[in-house]
């Protein structure tokens, strides 16, 4: 199993990783920081998802990625831009990844997220989604922004589970929306 090197700072003001975790369905995943080692991973998964999948997680037909972009998504610096993997701890493939980049507004992240179809439906996205706000909350990240399809209602229902709506705007199918992870006081 690869295992991600983390700062130690941020290693300090996150839980303890690699954690497995069961799913509503029974099913365990380890959830963990991305690594570069991560990148045959990250591919592989992608292949297997459907073309409806790749195509809610990045609004255009997806049929692979490039190395460039396995490289991006893979070389994270876990404090502007941070991914949280989940991998079935029994064979080793990748099934969720979650990911926050940091905007111009250094309070503020677009989130994106995107899962096996044959994991959807059992709290992997809004698990993956609710420790990832964790990791932001910890870098100083207040807001949470995401542009998404309109019809993606389970998307949307994560993002709203992070925290307060604080904007929606809807153009041509995509609603981008804006929550406030800021804890209650």
Partial sequence: MTTATVP??????QPAYPQDVALADGRVVRVR??????????RTAFDRLSDEARYRRFLTPAPHLSKDQIAY?????HHDHEALVAIRPDSGDGVGVARYVR??????AEFAAVILDDWQGAGLGTLLCER???????EGIRYATALVLADNDAMVGVLRRLGPEISQSVAGGTVE?????RPDD
């Fill in 33 to 42: 920081p991305i690594a570069q080692g991560d990148a045959e991973r990250l």
């Fill in 103 to 108: 905007l111009e507004d250094p309070a503020c």
């Fill in 132 to 138: 990832l706000a964790e990791r932001a909350r910890a």
């Fill in 73 to 77: 998504f893979v070389d994270v610096d």
């Fill in 8 to 13: 130690p700072a941020v290693a300090a003001t």
């Fill in 177 to 181: 929306l804006m929550v406030d992870l």
